[in-house]
C-alpha cells in the first residue's frame, strides 16, 4: 500500500470538477522518485492535510489567493514529511518537517517553505489545531469576531478543524457557543467534549427557529465558513454591531454558479446596514508573518492546559485522498481529516 | 399655497407602496393648528428634508432603526422650523431650530429634539451638507472607509445629498474619486464643480467595463448607497483590503422582495473572502453622540475655504412633497432635495 523507495505515487488533477469532485477528476500515477539538485532536499510524505480551500484550486480560475492546480499536476496539500535526503545545508536527512508536498508520496523542497517539527509529541497537529485550521480559527475569531463575556458566537462545522477551535477559543473568552453540525453523534461531542453550550444538527429541519431558540439573546459572532442555509438562518438573528469574519463557504463550493434561486443578496446588504454589521473577509496566508508565533504560544498552552481538544479523522494510505477529500465536503469528516501517506516512525 | 395661521395641512401615509410609492400613497388633509401644552413648543415649518430612507420607513414593517410611519399618520421627516408659540421655558417665539416636524405646516415639539439655528446663514444647509447626509457622508467615509492618497474611491449617486460630500471629502484625503451618477449634465458637474476626477453616467450601457477603465488602479473604497448594477459593476474591481461601508440601497427600496434573478449573495460572499474586503453597515443616528461636533467643525470649516461645495435642489410647496419624493427615488433631483413648506424671512 505505501510507496517504496523508488516509485513516486502522485494524485493528479485530472479534470476540473463540476459541483462535487468525482474520482474521475482525480488520476493515480507512478514516477520515479525525484532527484534532489544543488540546494534541494527530497521529502518523504508521513502525513497529508485535508482541507476545503482545495476544493477551490481545482477550478480552472483560481480564487485568487492561490494559483489553481493545473491539469495533470498533482493536487497541492500541507503535510509533514521526513527528510530523506539533503543537498542543502540548512537541513539533514531525517529531520521531520511541515512542508507543502501535495498529494504524492515524495516532492523536492528547496527549504524554504519548510518549517522544523522536530520534538513535537504529535506532528499531525501542525496541520490542524496547531496549524492553518488553527490559526485560521484564531484570527477570524479573536481578531475579526471579537467576542466578548457573555456574548453568543455561532459556528458552523462545529466539530470541523476550524469549527472545533473557534468554538473553544470563544468559550475561553468568556463566550456563548452555539455550533451547528451534521448528526447527532457530532452535536454530542460539541457540547459534552468541546464545551459549546449548544449544538444543532443541520440535517434536521427547521434550523432557523431551532437556532433561535438556542441563541435567545441573538447571535453577536457568526464565523462564516460555510454559507448557504447556515447563513440563511443566522441573518435575521444577528444582533445590533454583530461581527462576522468570513473564512469560506464550503456549502457553495460545489454549487453552480447560477442555480435558480431567489436573489438573497438585498436581503443580506440590508442585514449588514441595519444591524450595523461589520463583515470581513480573511485569507490566513495574510497574517503569518504578524500573528502566527503568539497564536502557537498561545495555542500550546492551551493544548497543555487541556483547555483545547483536538480530534483528528485519520485515513490510511494516499490512494484513500480523493475519497476521503470527497467526504470532507460533503461533511462526512469528524475532526481534522489527515491521511497517513507512511508510517511515521 | 402656504398655510394660513389656523390651519395645519399635514402630508399622511395613506397606504404601504408597492414598488415606487404611487401619488395614493399618500393623502393631504387639514387640521386645526395644534395648541402647545405646557413644556412644548409650536413649530413653524420652513424647509422639509426629502431623504431616501423615508421610502422604508414606508412599508408595514420598518427597517428596525427608526419606527414606520403608522397608516393615517403624517410622514416623517426632518425640518428647519420657527417656532411661533413656546410654553417651554427653554425656547421663545421666533428662534430657528432644526426639528422632526415631518411633512406638514406645523407640529408640536417638548423641545428635547430641537437644535438651534439662528445665526446660521443658510439654515437649510442643517438639513444637508452641514445635517444628517453630511454627515453620514463622513462618518463612512472617514470612519469606516478611511480613504488614504493616492488610493480609489467609488460613489453613486454623485451629485446627491450624501455622494456629493463623499466625494469631496475623499478628494480632501488625497484619494482618486469616481462618481456614478445619472445624466450627462450631473456628471459634468461633479468632475468641474466637485472635483471628482471622473464620473460615468449610470443611464449608459456597459457600466462594468467603463467603471474597470475609469479605475486602472481597482477600488479601495466603496461608499455603498444605491447597491444593485452599480454594487454589480464595483465587486469585480475591489482591490484587496477594499473597505465598503454600506450606508443604504436606494435601488433596492422599491424592489419587489423576490425579483427574479440569480442570486447574487454567493458571488459577493467570495468577493468579500478573496479580496478580504471589510464591508461596515451603519446607521447614523448611532453617532451623533460622538462624532457630530467635531464633524460640524470639519464641515463649516471647509465649507468656509471653499473646499466642500453643496448643492440644493429646491421645491416649493409641502403639496409638491409626494412627487418630489418620488423624484428622489429615481435620481431625478440635482443635490440635496429640500421642501420649501414657508417663507424663511
Redesign the interface.
Known amino acids: 500500500m505505501n510507496a517504496d523507495a523508488t516509485s513516486n505515487r502522485r494524485i493528479l488533477l485530472a479534470a476540473h470538477p463540476k459541483g462535487l469532485p468525482a474520482r474521475q477528476d482525480f488520476r493515480l500515477d507512478t514516477q520515479p522518485v525525484p532527484v534532489p539538485a544543488d540546494g534541494q532536499v527530497l521529502l518523504r510524505t508521513l502525513h497529508l492535510s485535508l482541507d476545503p480551500y482545495m476544493r477551490n484550486l481545482m477550478d480552472e480560475i483560481g480564487?485568487?489567493?492561490a494559483p489553481p492546480v493545473a491539469l495533470g499536476e498533482p493536487m497541492v496539500g500541507g503535510t509533514v514529511s521526513r527528510i530523506v535526503a539533503s543537498r542543502n545545508p540548512g537541513f539533514h536527512e531525517g529531520q521531520l518537517v511541515l512542508a507543502n508536498a501535495g498529494w504524492q508520496d515524495y516532492a523536492l523542497s528547496d527549504g524554504s517553505d519548510l518549517r522544523l517539527l522536530d520534538g513535537m509529541a504529535q506532528p499531525s497537529l501542525a496541520l490542524g489545531g496547531l496549524g492553518m485550521p488553527g490559526f485560521t480559527a484564531y484570527v477570524g475569531l479573536l481578531d475579526i469576531g471579537q467576542p466578548r463575556p457573555g456574548e453568543t458566537v455561532v459556528v458552523a462545522a462545529a466539530t470541523g478543524a476550524v469549527g472545533a477551535v473557534v468554538g473553544q477559543l470563544a468559550r475561553l473568552k468568556g463566550a456563548r457557543v452555539v455550533g451547528i453540525a451534521g448528526g447527532a453523534d457530532k452535536c454530542r461531542y460539541a457540547v459534552e467534549a468541546l464545551g459549546f453550550d449548544a449544538c444543532l444538527d443541520r440535517r434536521e429541519g427547521q434550523l432557523h427557529e431551532r437556532l433561535a431558540a438556542a441563541c435567545p439573546n441573538g447571535i453577536d459572532v457568526y464565523f462564516?465558513n460555510v454559507?448557504g442555509a447556515v447563513?440563511d438562518a443566522v441573518l435575521p438573528l444577528l444582533n445590533l454591531g454583530a461581527r462576522v469574519p468570513?473564512?469560506?463557504?464550503i456549502a457553495?463550493y460545489n454549487?453552480a454558479p447560477?442555480?435558480?434561486?431567489?436573489?438573497?443578496?438585498?436581503q443580506?446588504?440590508?442585514?449588514?446596514?441595519?444591524?450595523?454589521?461589520?463583515?470581513?473577509?480573511?485569507?490566513i496566508l495574510?497574517h503569518y508573518a504578524d500573528r502566527f508565533e503568539k497564536f502557537r504560544r498561545d495555542m500550546e498552552q492551551w493544548l497543555a492546559e487541556g483547555r483545547v481538544k483536538l480530534r483528528e479523522d485519520r485515513v490510511e494510505g494516499l490512494e484513500q485522498a480523493p475519497a476521503a477529500f470527497v467526504g470532507l465536503l460533503e461533511g462526512r469528516n469528524f475532526g481534522k481529516l489527515i491521511v497517513d501517506v507512511a508510517p511515521a516512525g
Open positions: 480564487p485568487g489567493y462564516e454559507g447563513l468570513v473564512c469560506g463557504f457553495h454549487q447560477s442555480s435558480p434561486r431567489q436573489d438573497l443578496r438585498p443580506l446588504l440590508a442585514t449588514v446596514l441595519q444591524k450595523r454589521v461589520r463583515m470581513q473577509g480573511f485569507i495574510d
